[in-house]
């Protein structure tokens, strides 16, 4: 990915995984069948906007190719330039390693093809984007963790143990999340999933993959939100302790945000934007709200703009 060559800075990259690779992830494929048209239509959407994008799709969304992009783009923007960065695919959580999480002692992960990302490597390479460059991330995924109240301990329990894990909650709360959106008539019923890893399979992929992951969170740094130069707004399908819904053609929060996108006839700024989504979502399906914050330097002007500008505030 290489800036417009009218010498604007405008950079986009949508990953979509209908699947991962069971071999990393215990045998679980996690099969879903609306993030591939999600990256799709983000893909559509940044370079209507004039953004030069890339999606990375299912397997080509490995950990390597994901980091290695987000760096190609931190290294061709300077300040004033605007990288936007979606995701759609299942949420996870891990054993917080690098003692930044004092709270729950979990770090949360998206579940790239070959392996989970964890949140403080994402910080972690949003550092690498120079002071004054804008960053937008939209996710639409869920961590079954959260949801789950899983402990950090949970991940250490004997294989016999963890039928309670599997059990707890879950049958509850994996569903009752989109019952709203299942009396839509619109949408088909034998499609509709949640995004989230199983907290059964959560716990097999890091019990077969501890060294792997013990050194990653080890190495992540510790403070990189309190590091970044740039600033990101992230722009979430749901709150931590929420499902997101795969309707089988697209997310329900990529749905909406592309039908309050309505083209780029969307006026407002980025916090009424997320509104906007967010009441769209909630009428389809009252357990479902979009989340939004901010991290790193305030950019005067930023949070106010359209998304997608291209031009610096």
Known sequence: MVPPPDGTQGVALALGLNRVDPAHYGGWAGPLTGCEPDARDMHAIATAAGLASKTLLTSAATRQAVLGEIARAAASLEAGGLFVLSYSGHGGQLPDANGDDPNDGMDETWCLFDGELIDDELYGALTAFA???????????????????????????????????????????????????????????????????????????????????????????????????????????????????????????????????????????????????????????????????????????????????????
């Open 131 to 313: 002071a004054g460059v804008r960053v937008l991330v939209f996710s639409d995924s869920c961590h079954s963790g959260t949801v789950l109240r899983m402990r950090a301990d949970d991940f250490e329990r004997s294989h016999s143990d963890r039928h309670e894990i599997l059990t707890r909650d879950w049958s509850d709360k994996s569903k009752p999340g989109v019952l709203a959106v299942r009396d839509r008539p619109t949408l088909d019923r034998s499609t509709l999933a949640v995004r989230s890893m199983p907290p059964g399979t959560a716990i097999d992929t890091f019990l077969a993959n501890k060294a792997f992951y013990m050194d990653i969170g080890t190495r992540a740094p510790r403070d990189a939100r309190a590091s970044m130069k740039c600033q990101a707004l992230l722009i979430s399908g749901c709150e931590d302790d929420q499902l997101s819904a795969d309707l089988g053609t697209n997310g329900l929060f990529t749905l909406e945000l592309v039908r309050v996108w309505n083209g780029g006839n969307f006026g407002g700024g980025h916090p009424a934007f997320q509104q906007a989504i967010r009441a769209a979502v909630l009428q389809s399906n009252p357990a479902q709200a979009p989340a939004y914050f901010a991290v790193g330097i305030p950019i005067p002007g930023f949070e106010a703009q359209k998304p997608y500008t291209m031009a610096a505030p």
